[in-house]
């Protein structure tokens, strides 16, 4: 006499349970944790996208990043050191005509809008320059500056980044509107940039 009882589960045969694991690959598992995933990771990305600042806009006053092309500041940098716009090589100039140019985009007509007693460098290595902007006429407070083709005194200055005085306006410019009738006056009328 056999004294040890048979479990009560039976093993199912092979066939069968090939006939499982086919089931259970055609149909994903937990179908609806990866559906939410997706919609968690499908808001969150519309979200950052939403914040990412357009068109080099930083939204509430941070810093602004300025796009450059390096091909485009290489061939700059060549035609300096063939004698062309020497200016590219001043953190000043480059500061006035970047600023001025942020107030009247299709060019300057006259005397820049931005006076170079207005800007003051307040730290400069070979490769970088930070200037201030102090004028009435624009919202940009700083403008950042690199070397990025030679960083020594042969190399242009490329504006990369500027902030703003104040967080609740846009830092570009202060509409000509805003600037004294005598100002206004002097830039009026455009011409194409400079060179």
Excluded: C
């Amino acid at each position: 006499m056999d004294t040890k009882k048979k479990s009560g589960t039976k093993l199912s045969s092979p066939v069968k349970t090939r006939q499982i694991v086919r089931r259970m690959k055609r149909q994903p598992r937990n179908w609806p944790v990866i559906l939410g995933v997706l919609l968690i990771l499908a808001a969150v990305t519309i979200l950052v996208l939403a914040l990412i600042p357009k068109d080099g806009k930083q939204k509430e006053g941070g810093l602004v990043q300025v796009p450059y092309d390096i091909q485009s500041v290489r061939e700059e940098q060549k035609s300096v050191d063939e004698g062309h716009s020497p200016w590219k090589k001043d953190p000043i100039f480059v500061t006035q005509v970047f600023v001025s140019l942020k107030i009247y985009p299709d060019g300057i007509k006259g005397d820049y809008p931005i006076h170079r007693g207005d800007l003051k460098v307040t730290k400069m290595t070979n490769r970088e320059a930070v200037v201030q902007v102090d004028s009435p006429k624009t919202n940009i407070s700083v403008v950042y500056l690199k070397r990025l083709v030679r960083k020594n005194d042969k190399g242009i200055w490329t504006v990369t980044a500027y902030g703003s005085k104040d967080a609740n306006k846009s830092p570009d410019n202060v509409p000509p509107s805003k600037m004294n009738d005598s100002e206004n006056k002097e830039n009026k009328g455009n011409y194409d940039g400079v060179q």
